[in-house]
Structure formats: structure tokens, C-alpha cells
């Protein structure tokens, strides 16, 4: 199998020169170009044809999320946004980019190629296998309605790479009577809280990042917070709540999918619809399967419009997926489900 070709534009010098130096050693990796600004990032793309590119949001000449903008519709390119902690990365996400890493406020060298070894060169492999003609612009569909009289329906989802776009274009069309839902996307600590924010702006549903002790309530929706924690559902009383507590990874994340579905799996049993979406690996196919032996109702996203067709091909596999929708159609399939409860 050829190396992966890849394309690094930033503009500082030494971090420049780190990223070529690290992502180099690896040999399924071969540096083809580097460019400071768009302009030579444009030129570069045309010469070396680069299979991934990895790119700062603050450029000169013109920033990064423009850039995208310009780029992404004359030439698709799979696009890992490096971004210190600002909601810009969302702009770049909704550009185009397929995943994104956050620049580590660090002052040593070795830190910095720990952070470029350890989280970067994952990003770079999973954007590789990506299918950048899979995002798409989300557009607002009209109103669903519940009709469904039963108390303490669930929905929660899971996603990884893709998947600010995608659980966007499912929450969008979610109207306030949705039951209440909670949602694992892998994401660094500081970003989630801003996702929640945008999604709140944009939806609606009304979206926090999740605290221990919040209640989970129609027309809601908590996202677990990104860093080292967990988040659990638990039945209190006739209702549900979510505990946020420390824990190891599980399939390499933290929060996990998994850990969050078979908590569902748990306290909700039939009463709930489980949702998987786009992401590289297994995360959460497992704790889908559980949910779906519980009584629960479960929908994957279907590979033509995943960006990777990963999480939801395993959770098919296993047998955890009783309808394989697109994108687009999985609202309404909730809300069809919702409705026979």
C-alpha cells in the first residue's frame, strides 16, 4: 500500500517543521508539500495532489475556513483543521473539514511531538479513508410532530469523525416535543461545551453540555462534555438524569459511546431509539446491540453518506441496526419509531 500523501500548511516556521519531522517517521506517511497561506497551499494541491491536508485556521493572506470555503467545491480534499480552543473549528467543520485536533498550549518540544505522534497522525489516517463528497450542507426539513402520549421516551446518539455535521443534520429537524437526548461525540476537552452553544443557537431543541445531576427532559439535548469523564444515564424516579464521572477509555475514548449506550441500555430498556453515525472504528456498536436486546429501537446512518463508514458498519454487523438510514431520513425515522412506542 503507497504512503499517504500529505499536504501541511501553517504558518510558523517551527511548528511547520515539527509536523514534517514527526508525521515523516511514520512510514504509511510521506510529506509530499508545506505551505505558509492558501495561495501556496492552492499551487501545492495542483502539483502534488496530496491525499490529506492539515491545516491552521489563522492563515495570512486569507484564513483557513475561507479557504476551505473556496477550495472544498472546485477540489474535494480531505482536511484535518489544526485549531487552538475557538469555535471557528465549527466553521472549518461546516466548510468541509473532515476532522480537527487542537493545538496543545505547550512549551516544550517534546510535548509538541507527543501531540503530533500520539493525536495528529491518527486524524491524517482516519481523514485518508474518508468520503468527502459525503458532507453535505444541512437543510432545515419542515416540523415532525409526536404524537406517541408515553412518558420518558430516549433518544441518544453516538458519533465520531463527521460527526459535528452529522448530528447536526439529524438535531436540526428535531422539533421541542423530541424526547429528551443524550449524545457521545469524540471530541476535545473545551470544544464540546462549544458545540452544545452552536447547536443551541442553530436547533430547535435546546442543547448544554452535560453536568452530573441534569435532567433529561423533552426538547433537550445533553452532549457529554470532551476530556476524561463519562456520561451515564440514570433512572431517578419516574424521569432520567445523567452522572459525568472519571473513568478509563473504553475503544480508546473517553467519553465513550459505548459506556453511554449500555447505560441506556439499562435505565430506559424499550423506551428509547438509539442513533449511530458516522465515525472511524467500533465505539458504542456494542452498547447499540445492547440496547436493541433491551427493546430499544436503533437506527445506523447507512455508508453512502458517511464520512467513514465505521461505527455504524460494525453495529450493522453485529446485528445491533434494525433500520440502515441516510442522513437525511434518519429524523424521520425517529420520529416514525417514537411513534409506536
Given amino acids: 500500500m503507497r504512503p499517504i500523501k500529505v499536504l501541511i500548511v501553517d504558518d510558523s516556521i517551527v511548528f511547520r517543521e515539527l509536523l514534517v519531522q514527526n508525521l515523516s ?27 490529506v491536508m492539515t491545516l491552521d485556521v489563522e492563515l495570512p493572506r486569507m484564513n483557513g475556513i475561507e479557504f476551505l470555503r473556496k ?18 473549528v465549527f466553521d472549518a467543520m461546516s466548510a468541509g473539514a ?31 479513508t474518508a468520503r468527502i463528497g459525503n458532507i453535505k450542507k444541512a437543510v432545515i426539513a419542515p416540523q415532525q410532530h409526536l404524537s406517541s402520549k408515553k412518558n420518558n421516551l430516549i ?22 416535543d423530541i424526547p429528551g437526548i443524550v449524545c457521545v461525540q469524540h471530541m476535545p476537552p473545551g470544544f464540546t461545551a462549544m458545540y452544545a452553544k452552536r447547536l443551541n ?30 456520561m451515564h444515564l440514570v433512572k431517578v424516579g419516574d424521569g432520567y438524569q445523567v452522572e459525568v464521572k472519571a473513568g478509563p477509555k473504553v475503544n480508546g475514548h473517553c467519553p465513550s459511546v459505548e459506556v453511554l449506550f449500555e447505560s441506556v441500555a439499562k435505565a ?48 450493522y454487523d453485529l446485528g445491533a ?15 416514525a419509531l417514537l411513534n409506536k412506542m
Fill in 98 to 128: 473532515v476532522d480537527f485536533v487542537a493545538k496543545p498550549a505547550v512549551t516544550t518540544r517534546r510535548q509538541l511531538e507527543d501531540f503530533i505522534r500520539n493525536e495528529l497522525l491518527v486524524k491524517v489516517k482516519i481523514a485518508s
Fill in 71 to 88: 477550495l472544498m467545491p472546485q477540489y474535494p480534499l480531505p482536511v484535518v483543521v489544526i485549531s487552538s480552543l475557538s469555535d471557528k
Fill in 155 to 176: 433518544v441518544a446518539i453516538g458519533a465520531s469523525t463527521g460527526g459535528t455535521e452529522a448530528i447536526f443534520s439529524v438535531v436540526k429537524d428535531y422539533g421541542t
Fill in 25 to 51: 517517521k511514520d512510514p504509511a506517511i510521506r510529506v509530499v508539500a508545506t505551505a505558509t497561506d492558501p495561495f501556496e497551499a492552492r499551487d501545492a494541491i495542483l502539483a502534488h495532489k496530496p491525499d
Fill in 201 to 230: 443557537d442553530q436547533c430547535r431543541i435546546r442543547v448544554k453540555e452535560a453536568e452530573t445531576g441534569d435532567r433529561v427532559l423533552p426538547g433537550h439535548m445533553l452532549i457529554a462534555p470532551g476530556g476524561d469523564r463519562h
Fill in 268 to 315: 430506559a430498556g424499550p423506551d428509547a431509539v438509539g442513533i449511530i453515525l458516522t465515525g472511524m472504528g467500533g465505539d458504542g456498536a456494542k452498547g447499540l446491540l445492547s440496547m436493541r436486546k433491551a427493546g430499544a429501537r436503533t437506527i445506523g446512518q447507512d455508508e453512502s453518506t458517511c464520512v467513514v463508514y465505521g461505527m455504524p458498519k460494525v453495529a
Fill in 321 to 335: 441496526v434494525e433500520y440502515q438510514e441516510k442522513l437525511s431520513d434518519i429524523a424521520g425515522r425517529t420520529y
